[in-house]
């Protein structure tokens, strides 16, 4: 149970960043009229920070095997945002490559926030 509610936590953290980091990409990009090459990196780059972050926190909480909760969090960060891009109506057939990259950055950085902690 407690490590249900670390993973949460984790994953709610996550979460934050994410809508503080994307405020701010939003806000760059009215600012500066970015191309949208750089918004893909910058949304990139926020995955990374986020599931990071969630991985970080879970593991601070969780004693044992640090770097699967860290992957587990990566996991669930990507699920949740890919039911969220199913829900809005996206087609994944034509961005399969782009879903898979996303997928290893999530679960990676995740495990490395594990690790780190």
């Keep these: 149970m407690k490590k249900g509610i670390s ?3 984790g994953l709610l953290g996550g979460y934050v ?3 503080g980091l994307l405020l701010l990409l939003t806000l760059l990009v009215y600012r500066f009229h970015m191309p949208e090459t750089g918004v893909h990196i910058g949304i990139c780059a926020i995955y ?6 969630a991985g ?3 593991g601070r909480q969780v004693v044992n095997k640090r770097f699967l909760w860290g992957l587990l ?6 699920v949740v ?5 199913l829900l809005a109506g996206h087609q994944l057939t034509e961005e399969t ?3 898979l990259l996303v997928l290893f950055l999530c679960t990676a950085s995740g495990m490395f926030g594990g690790m780190i902690s």
């Design 81 to 85: 945002l890919l039911l969220a891009s």
């Design 73 to 78: 969090a990566g996991g669930l960060y990507f």
């Design 17 to 19: 960043l994410t809508l």
């Design 7 to 9: 993973l949460l936590k």
């Design 97 to 99: 490559p782009r879903t």
């Design 48 to 53: 990374v920070l986020a599931c990071f972050l």
């Design 56 to 58: 970080f926190l879970c």
